[in-house]
């Protein structure tokens, strides 16, 4: 599978955006698809996942309630909707992909999301 982020950009506190991960390959079986983001000086943190087959989503409690990722099954691509931006989202975000429970193998460039105050 190959994976393809796209979206990022600069906004200030309190805007939008919205993060594009377009899938190529088998998306069958347990197919999950995650965004993740490392800043600067901090570990790679989970934000938010689903599955494929049937949607159910998940999310880190920092941004639960502004995040909300998505998909397009007949575009094969993974939407992640950033509102109420704030300084500290502020990451290279990147999606990956598993095809069972535990280990992301599969893994996309990044984008860059930068918030300002």
């Known amino acids: 599978v190959q994976l393809q982020a796209s979206g990022g950009g600069k906004v200030q506190a309190g805007g939008s955006l919205r993060l594009s991960c377009a899938v190529s390959g088998r998306t069958s079986g347990s197919f999950n ?4 983001r490392l800043a600067p000086g901090k570990e ?16 880190a409690d920092s941004i639960r ?47 860059l999301v930068t918030v300002s105050s």
């Open 33 to 36: 698809i995650g965004w993740f």
């Open 65 to 111: 309630g502004r995040f909300t990722i998505s998909r397009d099954n007949y575009k094969n691509t993974v939407f992640l909707q950033m509102n109420t931006l704030k300084p500290e989202d502020t990451a290279v975000y990147h999606c990956a992909a598993r095809y069972n429970v535990g280990t992301f193998n599969y893994w996309g460039q990044g984008t």
């Open 44 to 59: 790679r943190e989970f934000v938010a996942g689903i599955t494929w087959r049937d949607g159910s989503t998940d999310y």
